[in-house]
Nanobody
Framework: QVQLVESGGGLVQAGGSLRLSCVASRSIASINYMGWYRQAPGKQRELVAARTSSGATNYADSVKGRFTISRDNAKNTVYLQMNSLKPQDTATYYC???????????WGQGTLVTVSE
């Protein structure tokens, strides 16, 4: 069982930055996959960025060059640094992990990011 708590969302003007944090209730050192997803009103949830324990990353085309995913195993935390934010980045952002062996998925409760014009 893994509980995930996201934070760092809020209201920001276009062009601004935010850093989201996702703190896990257990060590993430053995967790191979950690990712950030988002869901805008009326739209499906989509992958924003993901990172494996080996350091491999994957980004949605719409955020490449603007967002960076990182993890701090010592703090059991994965981050999403978001720069040059655009109104179309407005969404609820969710953290997801996939634990090894069982490959069970765990999700956080989400944090709302609103980007104004």
């Amino acid at each position: 069982q893994v509980q995930l708590v996201e934070s760092g969302g809020g209201l920001v003007q276009a062009g601004g930055s935010l850093r989201l944090s996702c703190v896990a209730s257990r060590s993430i050192a053995s967790i191979n996959y950690m990712g950030w997803y988002r869901q805008a009103p009326g739209k499906q949830r989509e992958l924003v960025a993901a990172r494996t324990s080996s350091g491999a990353t994957n980004y949605a085309d719409s955020v490449k060059g603007r967002f960076t995913i990182s993890r701090d195993n010592a703090k059991n935390t994965v981050y999403l640094q978001m720069n040059s934010l655009k109104p179309q980045d407005t969404a609820t952002y969710y953290c997801k992990v996939v634990v090894p062996t069982t490959y069970r998925e765990y999700w956080g409760q989400g944090t709302l990011v609103t980007v104004s014009e």
